[in-house]
């Protein structure tokens, strides 16, 4: 794997594991950042064997968002120059920069968000991009782009209404309010809390659970419900079907059908 120097990636298995290495900045994200994960995305969506993917941040935080230093001097800079005259190149740049986290929903597998500390602005964009979050009790989570005349543009205005619902999503991005763990929970954000000590073993653990769920399944069943948000009832019923047929179809089907027959746990292999 590539050597990078603001993340790291580790695969033990079936699981993946994806590391924001910048401890020293509680992991705030620089356009470096957004490069390398871009380069990691790119090669992981290729990568058929990978089963779950964890992300989660080195030391005390998850992330603390965007790093403004070398953000304003960076990418974000040119689309405030930009800005001053948009025209299609810009809203293109821009749509770019919005999509940076979009290749971990587009996964052919789920992923878990490991989140300890804060995660801020992108950092819980970040997180809300994953399938599951697991929190420690010492989280602090928060949009907070409203402090400085901005909007949350980095997928939460999709994603953090279907989680949360939408009254709640209004209110954590136009108040740009600042909860717990324990808040996190209620409203259905987190998945699960724990011990911060524990964040990492957490969510290896249900990594490990849908790592040995069978592949094509739980790809067609991420299909189909993400297809019943964007798409009318009827194309979603079609999605879902498609998806079944594939599964009906697969060389897993059969192995699971000999494995009840035997009476032992199918072995999956994703075909």
């Not at 965007?66 to 001097?73: K, N, P, R, S, T």
């Not at 299609?88 to 929903?105: H, N």
Request: charged share 25%.
């Amino acid at each position: 794997m590539t050597d990078y120097e603001t993340i790291r990636y580790e695969r033990g298995g079936y699981v993946g594991t994806l590391t924001l290495a910048r401890p020293e900045k509680h992991n705030a994200q620089n356009p470096l950042m957004w490069r390398e994960l871009a380069g990691l995305g790119a090669v992981l969506s290729d990568d058929q064997d990978l089963r779950c993917l964890v992300v989660t941040g080195e030391g005390p935080s998850f992330s603390a968002g965007i790093d403004l230093v070398e953000g304003l001097a960076g990418a974000i800079g040119e689309l405030s120059h930009r800005a001053t005259a948009p025209d299609d190149e810009t809203l293109e740049f821009g749509l770019g920069l919005a999509r940076t986290f979009a290749w971990i929903p587009a996964l052919p597998c789920p992923s878990v968000a490991a989140v300890r500390g804060h995660a801020y602005g992108a950092g819980l964009q970040l997180a809300l991009a994953c399938d599951f979050r697991v929190f420690g009790h010492d989280a602090q989570v928060g949009l907070l782009e409203t402090r400085y005349g901005l909007l949350p543009d980095m997928g939460a205005t999709v994603r953090l209404p279907r989680i949360v619902g939408e009254a709640r999503a209004r209110e954590l991005m136009l108040l740009g309010d600042v909860i717990d763990a324990a808040e996190a929970l209620r409203i259905g954000l987190a998945n699960r809390v724990v011990d911060p000590a524990d964040v990492e073993s957490a969510a290896g653990e249900l990594a490990a659970r849908l790592a040995a769920q069978p592949p094509l399944a739980l790809r067609g069943a991420r299909r189909a419900i993400d297809a019943a948000w964007y798409r009318d009832p009827d194309s979603s019923f079609r999605v879902a079907v498609e998806e079944q047929l594939r599964c009906i179809a697969s060389q897993d089907f059969q192995e699971a059908l000999r494995a009840f027959t035997e009476g032992r746990a199918p072995q999956w292999k994703g075909r």
